[in-house]
């Protein structure tokens, strides 16, 4: 694709060779001739200067004094995620039911669904229309998944699930399976019935081994736009609001809620009934205790979580402690020399 073509699909301008062709999207430090880069940081721009890159996108502000051919975007990393996109498309799958697929005759497929090997389709389920489901897929009864989907190998949505248009569900990922719930009946557990159901958004992605139970009653909620990572647990009945995006291995607890544009690091641990409010961050590995409220636009970090100031404060004064232990203990050795040459004084003196 030449570098004008991208540029105009893009919105984007540009300076240089704009019949230049590019085969290919790299980093900085591997890209050569025909290849597309970013520029996305100070410390990238530094690098780019010695790229071999056929084309980069920089911002508009990025300096240009050796004339290179560049396509200036307002946010570079977004417009190279485009430009990926355009340059490697994914291969198209062929419409279609694999002959190892089972398809329940309830079921209602949209045209230009494609169905992979030893997948299974349940009862009264219903595909949108270019839906790609992956071999070994399980998808239950009275499911409904919306138009464009991308469902990976091995992907299990139970029955009585809602996924909307655009969604990816990355292989091992489980949609809909039991909440954690169980009541004491004397001196055993018995399960309490998990008969809610699971919603998604559009525009969703959820990603390997990642698990979305449904609610216990009512519905386990997945606002449009949310980005799970991989090896991500959303318990029974949550509500993960618009555009939020959770880093793996980040565990929430039953009833927890999540408004939008909240961002939540790796290893998070939130308690249950937790509320965590608009635009908030929480960092990587800190733990929100039971029924606590992080406000809107607060960092936190820490377990349990504080506000990123004070976790700092705290993480500063425990460095400090072996240095103050040490002083401690030499200020005790000068105590008990005081004390012992007193009572050498008060001996010579009887």
């Not at 897929?137 to 809602?162: M, P, Q, S």
């Not at 990123?308 to 401690?328: D, V, Y």
Request: aromatic share 4%.
């Amino acid at each position: 694709m030449r570098v004008r073509e991208l540029a105009e699909w893009l919105g984007a301008t540009f300076e240089g060779d704009g019949e230049k062709e590019l085969a290919r999207a790299a980093s900085l430090e591997s890209a050569g001739a025909a290849d597309l880069a970013f520029v996305g940081s100070r410390k990238a721009a530094g690098q780019a200067l010695a790229s071999a890159a056929g084309c980069l996108i920089a911002p508009l502000e990025f300096p240009n004094p050796s004339g290179r051919t560049v396509i200036r975007a307002p946010e570079p990393r977004t417009a190279f995620a485009r430009a990926v996109s355009r340059l490697h498309p994914a291969a198209a799958a062929e419409p279609g039911v694999h002959p190892t697929a089972v398809v329940a005759e309830t079921a209602e497929l949209g045209p230009g669904v494609a169905i992979g090997p030893h997948a299974s389709i349940g009862e009264s389920a219903r595909i949108g229309a270019r839906t790609r489901i992956g071999a070994g897929c399980a998808i239950g009864r009275r499911v409904t998944l919306g138009e464009d989907c991308v469902l990976h190998a091995n992907v299990t949505v139970y029955d009585d699930c809602d996924i909307g248009a655009r969604c990816v569900l990355h292989s091992g990922s489980v949609i809909g399976a039991d909440g954690f719930g169980f009541a004491m009946a004397g001196d055993h557990y018995e399960k309490f019935p998990q008969i809610g159901r699971v919603a998604i958004g559009d525009d969703c992605e959820i990603g390997a081994n990642s698990c979305v139970d449904r609610a216990a009653l009512g519905v386990t909620w997945i606002g449009e736009g949310v980005k799970l990572d991989n090896m991500v647990h959303v318990a029974h009945n949550c509500r993960i609001g618009r555009h939020v995006v959770v880093a793996a291995q980040t565990g929430f607890s039953g009833g927890v809620v999540v408004e939008d544009y909240a961002v939540i690091g790796g290893k998070v641990g939130i308690g249950d009934k937790a509320r965590i409010e608009t635009r908030a961050v929480l960092g990587s590995g800190c733990g929100v205790l039971s029924s606590k409220i992080v406000r809107a636009g607060q960092v936190v970090w820490g377990t349990p979580a504080r506000p990123l100031k004070e976790h700092l404060e705290q993480l500063a004064s425990l460095a400090r402690l072996p240095g103050m232990r040490k002083e401690l203990a030499e200020l005790r050795r000068r105590l008990e020399d005081l004390e012992g040459d007193e009572g050498a004084d008060r001996g010579r003196g009887a």
